[in-house]
């Protein structure tokens, strides 16, 4: 418990909380991990290069197939009790600055009642087709250049740009889908990243808000198998060297900066660090 007391006092102290979550999170609501012990690539060897850019271009069937087993897991699961003390943190504002960066597809944190959340790895319920002109040659973007300059305006702005990647998006729940492919354009894909497949604009949100000096870096279910976790927490330390980063794991400790580790479970950590 000494741990706990440690970090519940960090939080205290924290002004602004950045908080990265990937698949441990939602493996307490029952949906599967990529990479633990009975995750899908264990399950599926061959899922990388299914769920590829190369995968794509090659077999665009399979990998609607892989979207349509997954929205039908995810389209019943509920947040728990860790989603759920996250939004309550946001909405209480108990941290003048909150942002969730997630890696998660599965929209949990939003069914919680977060609403500042970065999806880094794209969302499960957004599809997305080629803008028909360039991003900077729209006519929006140059009008939210002009609205940059203001800061109620600012964040709206680099969420909508992280969540497009310089494409159009919009919203589809249905599942199933009515056949696969769902859509006649090959254009038209889920608004995920692959593999081999860059980041985009994806990152702009939350590196804007690294760019303010988060004080405090909040870990969630992440494992050290995806170079996006170690690439934000290099960019708090060289942004505030005195940032502290708390990481809650119950399986392995896969942080290699200096830093608190809690091994216990997403809603049994976070239960304790809400004065549970």
């Known amino acids: 418990m000494d741990n706990i007391n440690r970090c519940a006092e960090i939080l205290s102290k924290t002004q602004r909380l950045l908080v990265i979550t990937g698949a441990g999170i939602s493996a307490e609501s029952g949906i599967s991990t990529y990479r633990g012990t009975n995750g899908a690539y264990n399950n599926n060897p061959d899922l990388p290069s299914i769920m590829s850019a190369e995968g794509l271009r090659a077999d665009r069937d399979k990998i609607w197939k892989h979207i349509e087993e ?15 003390i996250l939004a309550q943190w946001e909405q209480e504002q108990r941290f003048s600055e909150f942002l969730i960066a997630t890696q998660n597809i599965d929209g949990l944190h939003q069914k919680a009642g977060s609403d500042r959340v970065s999806e880094l790895h794209g969302s499960l319920w957004q599809l997305a087709r080629p803008r028909t002109k360039s991003f900077t040659e729209d006519d929006q ?39 696969i492919p769902p859509f006649d354009d090959p254009a038209i894909r889920p608004n995920i990243l692959l593999f081999n497949e860059p980041y985009g604009s994806r990152l702009v949100w939350v590196e804007d808000f690294i760019k303010r000096k988060p004080d405090t870096i909040l870990v969630i279910g992440c494992s050290g198998q995806v170079a996006v976790l170690p690439q934000l927490l290099s960019q708090c330390r060289e942004t505030n060297p005195n940032c502290a980063i708390l990481n809650i794991n119950p399986h392995e400790d896969y942080v290699e900066e200096e830093h608190e580790y809690i091994q216990m479970s997403a809603a049994e950590a976070l239960d304790l660090l809400n004065g549970g």
């Open 70 to 84: 997954i929205r039908l897991q995810c389209q019943n699961a509920e947040p728990n009790a860790a989603h759920r």
């Open 141 to 179: 973007f140059s009008e939210d250049l002009k609205l940059m300059s203001y800061p109620e305006m600012r964040d709206e702005i680099l969420r909508r740009w992280s969540e497009e990647n310089q494409q159009e998006i919009w919203e589809d729940r249905t599942v199933p889908f009515p056949h």
